[in-house]
């Protein structure tokens, strides 16, 4: 592996370098706000400029990618809530990483075949490699010029130094408590070394292994790939014999269509069991039905993938026994949708409630794709699925589902006059913005004047530095210290 640098490689490494000092500025110094945008910004920035001269592929792919990345990154100003909070610090990372390393590819890598899994855990293998060959050969130019018996002496120091220190540690605390004169004196030596602060050793370290992170991953990618990278084959794996799935085909759509019978008996048509409400029917087998549903998009996908279909006849039945069984969790996404509604109406509406609500939406696109491609063989699932489900991601976490959340509630109250202020309130900075909302228009709400004073409380004491600068918390605190609460 070439590792020679030049004069443009050793600018480009003090670029890492102030990188890395700002991902640690960025990331370790408070809540993760602004500071998130702020850092993509500058790494897209050196990105560009250390391949300005570089021709991209896959680029309307790579667009998509980079578009998602930016909002995603963004949506730590805009929005507040922790769920995406803590998945967004992994699925960043994780698409910038598969962003470069998509562009940088060859032009004719088929980017939604495993073989590029492949390729991209062997470009981060190759960084880390990079990294080791380069501290090497940069510290064979500090020994250029250095006497060899000096050196070996300093490295005997070394080692007696690292042998002496568990020794000295257990020595002193010995001495220690023998001797209180000598505690006192030993006591005093943190205040001739103040200059050596433990945080500030650790975030040098945080700070280098980010620069050469930055810098041997992207000095790889710059590097031509010479490797001839063999086209995976069409023909799966392994296959399962056409007669073997459709009767396993026939047999599950049997249990569906009675299933979907009873669906249409007792829910659709808005008649129930006499012993059952609709709350309690809501809340009865939800999960079950969403999880079955899920069973049989995997079934239809193994299928399609790993099916031989000898013969037209028997294309033919496997094409249609699968159609029955993307309608029949058509059926079972449905009856889940309204008994999730049914549920929202009696006992309120919470983030997790509105998160499955739009996952089920995106399930429908899902298998509507696949119900296509269940006619049209050429279609690619994985690319579909693959792209809808960054579109799906990306539109949840920046549009706010807190303030649906919040909107419905208020909704809820001003029909039924029920409301759970404890849960708005430690929900996010957008359920404290709709609650003082409400308490603008009914400041008799039980237990609402008690929560806004805490949240009063608290915001006049935050002090928040600018990593953490978030638009609805200031906008939050902001109408909080403003509040009058009588």
């Known amino acids: 592996m070439d590792t020679k640098i030049g004069k443009l490689e050793w600018v480009f490494l003090i670029f890492c370098l102030l990188l890395g000092i700002l991902a640690e500025e960025a990331f370790f110094r408070g809540e993760i706000g602004i500071s998130y945008f702020v850092f993509i910004s500058a790494f897209y920035a050196v990105f560009f400029w250390r391949y300005r001269r570089f021709t991209f592929s896959h680029q309307r792919l790579g667009y998509l990618i980079i578009c998602s990345i930016w909002l995603l990154s963004?949506?730590?100003?805009?929005?507040?809530n922790i769920l995406?909070?803590?998945?967004?610090?992994?699925?960043?990372?994780?698409?910038?990483i598969f962003h470069l390393v998509l562009v940088t590819s060859p032009k004719n890598f088929?980017?939604?075949?495993?073989a590029f899994v492949t390729y991209l855990f062997g470009r981060i293998i190759e960084s880390l490699k990079y990294n080791v060959k380069f501290t090497a050969m940069f510290g064979n130019g500090l020994k250029q010029g250095v006497d060899k018996d000096k050196l070996l002496v300093w490295k005997k120091v070394g080692v007696g130094i690292v042998i002496a220190l568990p020794i000295l540690l257990v020595v002193l605390n010995l001495l220690i408590s023998a001797d209180t004169q000598f505690e006192r004196m030993i006591g005093g030596i943190p205040e001739w070394l103040q200059f050596f602060d433990g945080e500030d050793i650790i975030r040098i370290i945080v700070t280098i292994i980010y620069t050469f992170s930055f810098f041997g991953f992207m000095q790889i990618l710059f590097k031509k790939q010479i490797k001839v990278i063999k086209e995976q084959s069409k023909i799966p794996l392994f296959q399962i014999d056409a007669v073997i799935a459709i009767t396993v085909l026939v047999l599950i759509n049997v249990v569906y269509v009675l299933f979907t019978i009873v669906q249409f008996k007792y829910f659709f048509s808005g008649t129930l069991q006499e012993d059952l409400t609709f709350a309690e029917y809501a809340r009865?087998?939800?999960f079950e039905l969403l999880f079955v549903t899920l069973i049989n998009l995997s079934i239809t996908v193994f299928v399609i993938t790993f099916v031989n279909q000898t013969t037209s006849v028997m294309r033919r039945l496997t094409q249609i026994m699968l159609t029955i069984l993307v309608l029949a969790s058509a059926v079972l996404l449905t009856s889940a949708f309204m008994r999730m509604g049914l549920y929202e109406k009696a006992y309120g509406f919470t983030f997790t409630r509105v998160l499955v609500h739009s996952f089920m939406i995106f399930l429908v696109v899902i298998f509507t794709y696949t119900l296509v491609k269940i006619w049209i063989e050429k279609l690619?699932?994985?690319h579909f699925y693959f792209i809808t489900s960054i579109l799906y991601y990306t539109a949840i976490t920046v549009i706010n589902l807190d303030t649906i959340v919040v909107k419905q509630n208020i909704a809820r109250y001003e029909t039924s006059g029920k409301i759970d202020v404890f849960y708005l309130s430690k929900m996010s900075s957008t359920g404290?913005?709709?609650?003082i909302d409400l308490y603008e228009k009914d400041k008799n709400i039980p237990d609402l004047k008690t929560v806004l004073q805490e949240r009063k409380n608290e915001a006049l004491i935050e002090d928040t530095p600018w990593q953490s600068y978030n638009l609805k918390r200031a906008q939050a605190s902001t109408e909080l210290k403003k509040l009058e609460l009588k």
């Open 74 to 80: 963004a949506s730590y100003f805009l929005n507040d």
């Open 84 to 96: 995406f909070y803590t998945l967004n610090i992994l699925v960043i990372p994780g698409l910038v």
């Open 110 to 114: 088929k980017w939604n075949q495993l």
């Open 284 to 286: 009865k087998g939800f």
């Open 380 to 382: 690619s699932l994985f």
């Open 432 to 435: 404290v913005l709709g609650l």
